[in-house]
């Protein structure tokens, strides 16, 4: 009885403990009251990849294939990538171990829908038993989408990609066992089922996200991140803190609507959750600890594992939350590039790294939805250093954009929307890109229309 009693206490405590405005309070009894699917869901689901770490473990990669059977294995990768100590590291695991395999070294950097279809040809032809993913989200993505299809021979590009640019049906076939192996600490990519792509007609990105394509393993080695330049280290973790606040802000599990009438579709951003509450607000206290040590020191092995691991939290954050306004934003903000090439990147088109397009209008977004949850946003910004003890809940999205400012200055973040190309005059065709990215721009936790997302895009064309 005294045991039943403690519990009892617990409990209370914790609904006491849990915050109590209207669009994120996850007290027990909200989602008890559903006892059959209305208009907004009522349950949520936890799916994320298993994972491996420990510095050195891609060595360990040729036998866990020998443990799947795999008999024929695409390797995939990027041209970059295929020269440097993590392909390396892994070809020589397969060697060692007999593994047969043939490799795939055309991935783009940013995949675009002629890119997956390219590497989805290149795995229907090659009729594999399994897939390796050696590189940062881009590799993983498209390897997630060479796997999907080739599983699906029958079906048309457009069949799983996201609603409304495509159709998103469920996946019925079992798609074969795939390895991830990240090389850079931001995506998260090793942890869930969302496979993302510039869509090249609509200058915008959309996606495909299916719990059935998530990676079987993700081996999650430090020494890989050594090899991250500067800016990409920075702007990988710019990734990982926007999935973290995002999905720590994100719209509940149970106010997201419609319910599904099955659980095969529910969809992978479900809305924040008690469990991605964890993750995520895990993830934001890495990120302030080490992300400004990961940049300004490639050698700093503590930081750079850090980091690396903080990615796969915030992975499986965000991979059952979802994310909402800075990612929404973000793939126009890509798609519509014009003449910008990132530091550090070695590519020979265009490119607006997403961690950096995704950030850029995080002070305005969280300046906007302040006002939805403030004490989520207050505690995110004291997380990330600021003095909240005399702040007011109404300040709330002001403190935490200005704690952003702070941040993206000390780390060197171009200035704005206007220091990587852009003008207002762009804003009208960066808010019709966003317009479709209603997967998870309906996650946000305030509603928005054209005119707000014009604002914000206002609002971002200068940080400083």
Partial sequence: MAGRERVAQLLRQLERAACRCPAHSHSYYQASEHT?????????????????YGEGVTKEIGMDLQNLGARNVCLMTDKNLSQLPPVKAVLDSLVKHGVQFRCYDKVRVEPTDTSFKEAIDFAKRG???????????????????????????EASFLDFVNIPIGKGKPVTATIKPLIAVPTTAGTGSETTGVAIFDFESLKAKTGIASRAIKPTLGMVDPLHTLHMPQRVAANSGF?????????????????????????????????????????????????????????RDPGDME??????LASVFAGIGFGNAGVHLCHGMSYPIAGHVKTFRAKDYNVDHPLVPHGLSVVLTSPAVFMFTGCMCP??????????????????????????????????????????????????????????????QERVTKLAPRPHTEEDLTGLFESAMKLF
């Fill in 239 to 295: 990734d990982v803190l926007c999935h973290a606040l995002e999905s720590y802000t994100a719209l509940p599990y149970h106010m997201r609507s419609p319910c599904p009438p099955n659980p095969i579709s529910r969809p992978a951003y479900q809305g924040s959750n008690p469990i991605s509450d964890v993750w995520s607000r895990h993830a934001l206290h890495i990120v302030a600890k080490y992300l400004k040590r990961a940049v």
């Fill in 36 to 52: 059959s699917c209305g208009k907004t869901d009522y349950a949520f689901e936890m799916a994320c990849s298993n994972i491996r």
């Fill in 375 to 436: 004490e989520r946003h207050l505690e995110a910004a004291e997380i990330l250093g600021a003095d909240v003890r005399s702040a007011k809940r109404e300040d709330a999205g002001v403190v935490l954009a200005d704690t952003l400012r702070k941040l993206l200055f000390d780390l060197n973040v171009d200035d704005g929307l206007g220091a990587i190309g852009y003008t207002k005059d762009d804003i009208p065709a960066l808010v019709r890109g966003t317009i479709p």
């Fill in 303 to 308: 930081a750079r594992s850090s980091m690396h």
């Fill in 127 to 153: 009729s594999f038993d399994a897939y390796v993913a050696v590189g940062g989200g881009s590799v993983i993505d498209t390897c997630k989408a060479a796997n999907l299809y080739a599983c699906h021979p």
